[in-house]
């Protein structure tokens, strides 16, 4: 049992240049997330999808964007990277939303 | 939205002694009370959690207590062990889980 699977672990990106971060989960969840975490300031919700075909901005949505392919899985796509995106990604999945949370395992992202 | 403080934001204690993690939340509508640990590398996992009807729930040697009037929950780990050693979170949820800003926990051998 998977649970939560995100590629890839670790990724260096140049200024400019674009990047999507993958997550699926097996665990037949409605709600998806994409988190960052940065030292200091938690985790912080960048986007999430309530159930497959709906997507809303969290917090911190600038700079991101997130496609629910299907019920499993939900993409967190870079378009133009930036320094201030270097931080650690997690997906993480939910039965409803406001329910026990599951993550993955954290995408290591460096942009230089 | 939700705000959740969490305090402290790091500490230290001896093997065997106790430990208290304290959070404050705002939104009144919050019904769920997760904690998470995070260890080094890792992504968190929920440790226990904690609804608004009840008062305080404990596993073994973790225990949260809910105090809504006042708004605010807490993480009580007793027997500390060299393996709690990790970051922690408290999070509050109505329908969506707003996350505290972590505490770094070291337990000294």
């Known amino acids: 049992n998977a649970g939560v699977t995100q590629t890839p672990k670790f990724q260096v990106l140049k200024t400019g240049q674009s990047m999507t971060l993958q997550c699926a989960q097996d665990?037949?969840?409605?709600?998806m997330y994409w988190y960052r975490q940065d030292p200091g300031m938690g985790l912080r919700l960048i986007y999430y999808s309530a159930s497959e075909g709906t997507t809303d901005k969290g917090e911190v949505p600038n700079g991101y964007n997130v496609s629910r392919l299907n019920k499993r899985e939900f993409s967190l796509r870079l378009e133009s990277a930036a320094p201030s995106q270097t931080s650690v990604y997690f997906c993480?999945?939910?039965?409803?939303?406001?329910?026990?949370?599951?993550f993955g395992e954290g995408s290591w992202l460096t942009v230089v | 939205g939700e705000n959740v403080e969490q305090h402290p934001s790091t500490l230290s204690v001896q093997e065997g002694d106790s430990a208290v993690i304290k959070c404050t939340y705002s939104d009144s509508a919050s019904n769920y009370f997760p904690w998470y640990k995070q260890e080094l590398g890792k992504g968190p996992q929920l440790i226990i959690d904690?609804?608004?009807?009840?008062g305080e729930k404990k596993d073994q040697r973790i225990a949260v207590t809910l105090n809504k009037t006042a708004k605010h929950f807490s993480l009580h780990i007793t027997e500390t062990q060299p393996e709690d050693s990790a970051v922690y979170f408290c999070a509050a949820s109505s329908y969506k889980l707003t996350f505290g800003k972590g505490t770094l926990l070291t337990v000294n051998p």
């Open positions: 993480a999945s939910s039965e409803v939303g406001g329910n026990t949370i599951y």
């Open positions: 904690i609804r608004s009807n009840v």
């Open positions: 665990m037949n969840h409605n709600s």
